[in-house]
């Protein structure tokens, strides 16, 4: 039974594939989600030659932010944020859609840059695990942009944002879906070559933690197939990467497992996950079940308990963000 005055709240993420809602209360320390929304709306994938958002893919964006604000206000939360990521900064015609989507969801919508996704991320993850003073890597691989977040406890000391993403390398290296030894070798290499220029190469912990649908769909596909129970390792990447090309097609691999459909361009995932391992050095990746929602659900609750701060971010002194090219 929730206690009376246990607050409610929800976090709306417009990500570059798709959006999310969830609402959640806080009990006892502990966050209790009690629903959660996705739909696919494909803003990335459906840029126009000049990088705008296409009529079709702004028509099923309002049309999903309208079902969310039927959630909202049905679970009435007591404050609600709302994000957008990387396709709604680069879009050319967001200064149209915004205003367009804010009406349908009836709430404010905050364009974040990569250092503050990054930041709700870790947040997010760190929140599901034991509090430790040792180094924590989170990792985020999104359709657009991939981050690298190392704090320690709940403190963060580096984010770094890459232009890079599943969606981006899949187009690159698969077109029309077709995966084959030389695309997805010439993928990792492409990838290895963005995070060459990390700070964080040679220095991350040897484990991280994949707050991403790409890291969660690899490893279910892995546990499905005996190749892992938990941890997603080189060896274990590079016999998904043999399945993948034995598969030979996206949408064969789609059939083959269930989780794939819900990563839609988990080969050119799956190959920007190699390159940060070969690149930085990191051992084993661990799926994390809480991400940049979760992280903002926290915020808004801490937020509550202490009006008078604008907010929870890590001194500026402790936290350096770059965007690496």
């Known amino acids: ?82 994000v957008a990521t990387a396709a709604l900064r680069l879009a050319r015609n967001a200064s149209v859609f915004l205003p367009a989507a804010e009406g349908a969801l009836r709430r404010p919508i905050e364009l974040i840059a990569g250092d503050e996704a990054g930041r709700l991320v870790y947040m997010g993850v760190a929140s599901t695990l034991p509090h430790s003073e040792t180094p924590r890597l989170v990792l985020d691989i999104g359709s657009a942009k991939t981050e690298l977040v190392l704090g320690q406890g709940d403190v963060i000391e580096r984010i770094e944002s890459f232009p890079v993403g599943a969606l981006r390398q899949s187009l690159s290296f698969f077109p029309g879906g077709a995966i084959d030894a030389a695309g997805f070798d010439a993928a990792v290499r492409s990838g290895r070559s963005r995070f060459a220029e990390s700070a964080l190469a040679g220095r991350c912990p040897k484990q991280a933690w994949g707050a991403c649908g790409t890291v969660r769909a690899l490893a279910e596909i892995a546990r499905e197939d005996g190749l892992s129970d938990a941890s997603l390792d080189r060896s274990c ?57 979760v992280g903002a659900i926290w915020e808004l609750h801490r937020r509550a308990l202490t009006p008078t701060l604008p907010g929870l971010r890590a001194p500026d002194k402790t936290v350096r963000h770059s965007v690496i090219g």
């Open 1 to 82: 039974m929730h206690l009376p005055d246990s607050p409610r709240y929800a976090a709306v993420e417009l990500g570059s594939d798709s959006f999310r809602l969830h609402v959640a209360r806080v009990e006892g320390g502990e966050l209790h989600l009690e629903a959660s929304l996705a739909e696919r709306v494909a803003l990335t994938a459906s840029f126009e030659d000049d990088g705008s958002l296409c009529e079709a893919a702004m028509r099923r964006a309002l049309a999903c932010l309208r079902e969310f604000a039927r959630t909202l206000d049905l679970w009435r939360p007591q404050a609600v944020r709302v």
């Open 237 to 293: 990447l590079l016999a998904l990467r043999g399945r993948f090309l034995e598969a030979g097609h996206v949408a064969r691999i789609r059939l083959a497992w269930p989780a794939a459909a819900r990563a839609p361009h988990l080969a050119g995932g799956l190959a920007l996950l190699i390159a940060l391992l070969e690149e930085c050095g990191i051992e084993t990746v661990l799926a994390a079940q809480a991400g940049l929602r």
